[in-house]
Nanobody, 118 residues
Framework: QVQFVESGGGLVQPGGSLRLSCAAS????????MAWYRQAPGKQRDLVAT???????NYADSVKGRFTISRDNAKNTVYLQMNSLKPEDTAVYYC????????????WGQGTLVTVSS
């Protein structure tokens, strides 16, 4: 098992930036794919970005070109750099492992709230 603690959220104006961090309770080097998800109020949780151990990345169309996912296996941490934020990016952001079509391989953390508003 592994537990995740997300941090770095907050209130930011449209066009601003935030960097989210996801600290894992154990080494993530053996986890091939890590991912960031988000859940807006009243909506389902959606996949935002993924990164493999080989640093191959993929992004949802809605964030492509604005968000960057990265991982530091030595620090057991996954990051999400978010630039040019829009009000529609407002959501609780979570990280988790992903395997094939299985989203969220482990228990979900508490997430970190990102609010984009003027």
């Amino acid at each position: 098992q592994v537990q995740f603690v997300e941090s770095g959220g907050g209130l930011v104006q449209p066009g601003g930036s935030l960097r989210l961090s996801c600290a894992a309770s154990r080494n993530i080097a053996s986890i091939y794919t890590m991912a960031w998800y988000r859940q807006a109020p009243g909506k389902q949780r959606d996949l935002v970005a993924t990164i493999t151990n080989g640093a191959s990345t993929n992004y949802a169309d809605s964030v492509k070109g604005r968000f960057t996912i990265s991982r530091d296996n030595a620090k057991n941490t996954v990051y999400l750099q978010m630039n040019s934020l829009k009000p529609e990016d407002t959501a609780v952001y979570y990280c988790n492992a992903r395997m094939g079509v299985i989203e969220g391989l482990y228990a979900w953390g508490q997430g970190t709230l990102v609010t984009v508003s003027s």
